[in-house]
């Protein structure tokens, strides 16, 4: 969904649901909010400057990569992955598939602070190219998507997808993600595997 889309969406809503003098005012300015919006939609195809960004961290040729949604407002501030209560949760995922946090890559798939929604489409978008360089540039042997808008930015780069930082995780799928880190380092290839109920398996050399 663009911003554009998201907001004429809102428009809508406030037409069925706010009385009519409500919605008088906030169709009364709706045209310049609409036209900020598209111009917003043109200008993020544009490369945004790197230092406005949440750098992907973590060494080269590491086990695995992490990649989730956006960052907070502590990733912003410390422009580094996964601060404070997100970091929280990665490193109690971390510790349910028995790996430090040295051995991993960390990002986002749109590396910036994003608060109360989802990244709208030219964000993703915008950035998909960047993750790519940069997870190119790191290497990892196994790289996860945490939810939709990283797998959605990923593509078929995304090895396994879990859900969301924060919800509760699928035994089943974790221990095959759990399995797979345990043959990478012992030098085998990785098994991509994805979260459906039968459970199909994909065996792939990388």
Same mark, same amino acid.
């Given at each position: 969904?663009?911003?554009?889309?998201?907001?004429?969406?809102?428009?809508?809503? *406030?037409?069925?649901?706010?009385?009519?003098?409500?919605?008088?005012?906030?169709?009364?300015?709706?045209?310049?909010?609409?036209?900020?919006?598209?111009?917003?939609?043109? $200008?993020?195809?544009?490369?945004?400057?790197?230092?406005?960004?949440?750098?992907?961290?973590?060494?080269?040729?590491?086990?695995?990569?992490?990649?989730?949604?956006?960052?907070?407002?502590?990733?912003?501030?410390? +422009?580094? @992955?996964?601060?404070?209560?997100?970091?929280?949760?990665?490193?109690?995922?971390?510790?349910?598939?028995?790996?430090?946090?040295?051995?991993?890559?960390?990002?986002?798939?749109? @590396?910036?602070?994003?608060?109360?929604?989802?990244?709208? *489409?030219?964000?993703?978008?915008?950035? +998909?190219?960047?993750?790519?360089?940069?997870?190119?540039?790191?290497? @990892?042997?196994?790289?996860?998507?945490?939810?939709?808008? $990283?797998?959605?930015?990923?593509?078929? +780069? *995304?090895?396994?997808?879990?859900?969301?930082?924060?919800?509760?995780?699928? *035994?089943?799928?974790?221990?095959?993600?759990?399995?797979?880190?345990?043959?990478? +380092?012992?030098?085998?290839?990785?098994?991509?595997?994805?979260?459906?109920?039968?459970?199909?398996?994909?065996?792939?050399?990388?």
């Amino acid at each position: 969904v663009s911003m554009v889309d998201y907001l004429k969406e809102a428009m809508d809503l *406030a037409k069925t649901r706010l009385p009519g003098w409500a919605y008088a005012l906030i169709r009364k300015n709706s045209e310049s909010i609409l036209k900020e919006a598209s111009l917003s939609t043109e $200008a993020s195809k544009e490369t945004l400057p790197s230092e406005t960004l949440i750098p992907v961290v973590g060494a080269k040729n590491s086990t695995i990569a992490f990649i989730g949604t956006a960052g907070s407002i502590e990733d912003g501030a410390a +422009k580094k @992955p996964y601060q404070a209560v997100l970091g929280e949760e990665l490193e109690s995922l971390l510790k349910s598939l028995d790996i430090n946090r040295e051995e991993t890559v960390l990002g986002y798939a749109v @590396p910036t602070v994003i608060l109360a929604r989802k990244p709208f *489409a030219e964000e993703i978008n915008l950035h +998909k190219d960047w993750l790519t360089d940069q997870l190119t540039a790191k290497s @990892p042997k196994i790289i996860v998507a945490l939810g939709e808008v $990283a797998k959605q930015a990923l593509g078929d +780069k *995304a090895d396994f997808v879990l859900d969301d930082l924060g919800y509760q995780q699928n *035994a089943e799928y974790l221990n095959h993600l759990k399995k797979t880190i345990q043959e990478v +380092k012992s030098g085998k290839p990785v098994r991509k595997v994805d979260q459906k109920p039968e459970w199909h398996l994909l065996v792939q050399s990388k």
